[in-house]
């Protein structure tokens, strides 16, 4: 079992920034990816970035709407996961959830998520 533990939420102002992380209790999977995910009131969840990591090395996946302003970066030495956020606007104001797993399409374990509020 893997715990995940998200910390970085909070409440700012529209252009401010913030930096979520993620640690893993245990990296189980040799080739696996990482995740961040955020779901918003009334709407589904989404996937906001991942990166995954294999022998080869790692890749990085954004969504439209967080480009040029998320940025997600891993260290394998202490299994976490971070999510940089610049610019922040009203709309990124949502429950965000880092997920773990194989591949970016097959994430197993997840953490309670962590408040994100953006004000105008």
């Known amino acids: 079992q893997v715990q995940l533990v998200e910390s970085g939420g909070g409440l700012v102002q529209a252009g401010d920034s913030l930096r979520l992380s993620c640690a893993a209790s245990a990296r189980p999977f040799t080739t696996n990816a990482m995740g961040w995910f955020r779901q918003a009131p009334g709407k589904e969840r989404e996937e906001v970035a991942g990166?995954?990591?294999?022998?080869?090395?790692?890749?990085?996946y954004y969504a439209d709407s967080v480009k040029g302003r998320f940025t997600i970066s891993r260290d394998n030495a202490k299994n976490t996961v971070y999510l940089q956020m610049n610019s922040l606007k009203p709309e990124d104001t949502a429950v965000y959830y880092c997920?773990?797993?194989?591949?970016?399409?097959?994430?197993?374990?997840w953490g309670q998520g962590t408040q994100v509020t953006v004000s105008s």
């Open positions: 990166i995954s990591w294999s022998w080869s090395g790692g890749n990085t």
């Open positions: 997920a773990y797993g194989v591949t970016r399409t097959q994430y197993v374990y």
